[in-house]
C-alpha cells in the first residue's frame, strides 16, 4: 500500500504535504530497519534531504545501514539488517508510485520508462520458469501496476505468473496457495477492462480459464481463438491454442500451431520446448530432439528446454545424456522442481538397468513430497513412470491416483501420450484413469 491514502486525490496530496509518512515497520514488523529508513529519506518533502540520485538510493538500499534523516525527534527502529530482495522492489516502487502522483502538474504517462522497466523485470523471471523467477516477476508486476494501473502488459503478466505459480506449486512470499487463482482471475479483470482489443489480454484470459477448470477445454480455446484472430503473428498464443488442441485430443491441429509458433517467434524458448514435446509424444525421438537441442540453445537455463532433453534423451538410449540433462535441471531450480528433477533421474537410470540407484533416487523423491499436499500433478507423473520403468506397476498406479481431479486435460494429456507410460498402458486400473482412449502402446498421439 502506498504510504498516504486518502478516499480522493486531492486527499492523498494533501496529507502528503501535512503528514510525515507512515513507517513501513507499523505495519510490516519484518521489514529490516535500514529499509525503513532509507525508504523514509527517500520520501522527504525536500528534495536537498532526498538522495542525490537513485543510484544512491540503491547503494542505500544495499549497505544495510540507516542513513541519516533530518527530522527532529525521529529515532531508528531496532532490527536486523537483512534485505529482502522483494521487499527491495516493492519499495522502490512505493517511493516512485508517490513521487510520480505528488509531482505538482506531472501526468503518469502510459508505458513509461520505469513502468516498462519493470513489466521487462517482471517477464525475464517469467520465464526462467522457475520458484525464484515467479517471485521476481510477481514483485516487478505489481510494482509496475503500482506505477500504472492502466498498464495493460503488467495486469497480464501478473495473472499469468499466478497461473503458473498455482500449478507448478511455486511459492510466493505474502500469498497463500488458494488465493493464486482469485489473485489471476482479478488481475485478468483489471486486463480486461482496460482493453478488450488486446491479444495478450485473450491470451492470458484463456490461460486463467484453464487454470480455474482444468477439465474444460471450451472457454480456453474461445479465448485463445480470439486472441489469434486479432493479432495471428503473436508466436505465443499460437503456443497456447497448440497446447489445448493437443490437450482436447485434436493432435495434428495441434502440431500444425506450434509449428506456427516457432515460425512466427523463433526465439521462443517454450515454443521449441512443446514442439520438442509434440514430437516426442508422436514417438518420433529424432525430430524431438532437434527442437529440444534448440529451445537450449536459444535459452540454456530454460528449465523445461533441459528436461525436454532429458525425457527425449531417455527415448533414444542415451541414458548418460538424461542423467545430465536433469541433473542440469535440479541446478538451475528449488523446491518442487528439484524433486521432479530427481525423478527424471531415477527414470533414466531404471530404464539404463540400474535398478538400485533408480530406487535410491525415488525414495528421495518421496522423502521430498512428502512437503507437497496435494501432490503436484507433474511429481505423480515423473514418480509413476520411474515405478513403471521398473516394472512396478502398483506403485505407478498408486502414485497416478494421488493426483485431483483425474478428468485434468493436461494431466490426461501426460497419461494418454507420454511413452514411459507405455509400460503399464494395458492395465486395467491404468486405462480406468483414461477420459479420452490412448492410442495403442508405442504408436503415440
Not at 514488523?29 to 538510493?57: H, M, N, W
Not at 503458473?164 to 510466493?172: P, Q, S, T, V
Not at 489471476?184 to 495478450?200: F, L, N, Q, T, W
Not at 474461445?222 to 497448440?242: C, F, M
Amino acid at each position: 500500500e502506498p504510504p498516504f491514502t486518502g478516499p480522493t486525490a486531492q486527499a492523498v496530496v494533501a496529507r502528503r504535504f501535512a503528514e510525515a509518512p507512515r513507517p513501513i515497520r507499523s505495519v510490516r514488523p519484518a521489514v529490516p530497519a535500514s529499509v525503513e529508513q532509507t525508504v523514509l529519506k527517500a520520501l522527504e518533502r525536500v528534495p536537498a534531504d532526498r538522495f542525490a540520485d537513485t543510484a544512491a538510493f540503491a547503494a542505500a538500499l544495499r549497505s544495510g545501514t540507516s542513513p541519516d534523516i533530518r527530522r527532529p525527534g525521529r529515532r531508528a527502529a531496532s532490527g536486523k539488517h537483512v534485505v529482502v530482495p522483494a521487499v527491495l522492489l516493492v519499495a522502490v516502487a512505493v517511493v516512485a508510485w508517490l513521487l510520480i502522483r505528488s509531482r505538482p502538474g506531472a501526468a503518469k504517462p502510459v508505458g513509461d520508462a520505469d513502468v516498462v522497466a519493470l513489466y521487462q523485470l517482471g517477464i525475464r523471471g517469467y520465464d526462467r520458469r522457475t520458484p525464484a523467477g515467479a517471485i521476481e516477476a510477481v514483485s516487478a508486476f505489481s510494482a509496475a501496476t503500482n506505477l500504472d494501473s492502466s498498464y495493460t502488459r503488467a495486469w497480464t503478466g501478473l495473472a499469468r505468473t499466478y497461473v503458473r505459480a498455482y500449478g507448478r506449486h511455486f511459492a510466493i512470499p505474502g500469498v497463500p496457495r488458494d488465493s493464486m487463482p482469485r489473485f489471476a482471475v482479478a488481475a485478468v479483470d483489471r486486463a480486461i477492462a482496460a482493453d478488450r482489443g488486446s491479444a495478450d489480454v485473450w491470451m492470458t484470459q484463456a490461460m486463467v480459464s484453464r487454470l480455474v477448470d482444468p477439465t474444460d477445454v471450451t472457454p480456453v480455446l474461445k479465448s485463445i481463438r480470439e486472441a489469434v484472430r486479432l493479432d495471428s503473428t503473436d508466436g505465443p498464443a499460437w503456443h497456447v491454442l497448440a497446447l489445448a488442441l493437443a490437450e482436447s485430443g485434436q493432435f495434428d491441429e495441434a502440431m500444425r500451431a506450434w509449428h506456427r509458433c516457432v515460425t512466427l517467434s523463433p526465439s521462443y524458448a517454450e515454443g521449441a520446448a512443446f514442439l520438442a514435446l509434440g514430437y516426442y509424444w508422436r514417438r518420433q525421438y529424432d525430430s524431438a530432439a532437434v527442437w529440444a537441442d534448440s529451445a537450449v540453445a536459444v535459452d540454456p537455463n530454460y528449465l523445461l528446454g533441459r528436461t525436454a532433453v532429458g525425457s527425449i534423451a531417455i527415448e533414444r538410449g542415451e541414458y548418460a545424456r538424461a542423467e545430465a540433462a536433469f541433473d542440469a535441471a535440479g541446478r538451475l531450480s528449488t523446491e518442487v522442481e528439484v524433486l521432479n528433477s530427481v525423478a527424471g533421474i531415477a527414470l533414466a537410470e531404471a530404464r539404463g538397468g540400474r535398478r538400485r540407484a533408480a530406487r535410491n533416487d525415488l525414495r528421495r523423491a518421496e522423502s521430498l513430497a512428502v512437503a507437497y499436499a496435494p501432490t503436484p500433478l507433474h511429481t505423480v507423473v515423473f514418480v509413476a513412470q520411474a515405478y513403471a520403468a521398473l516394472g512396478e506397476t502398483d506403485r505407478a498406479v498408486g502414485w497416478l491416483t494421488r493426483y485431483a481431479p483425474a478428468a485434468d486435460l493436461h494431466f490426461q494429456l501426460h497419461l494418454r501420450c507420454d511413452p514411459p507410460f507405455d509400460p503399464i498402458a494395458n492395465d486395467r486400473r491404468f486405462r480406468s484413469l483414461l477420459v479420452l482412449a490412448a492410442p495403442p502402446p508405442g504408436r503415440g498421439c
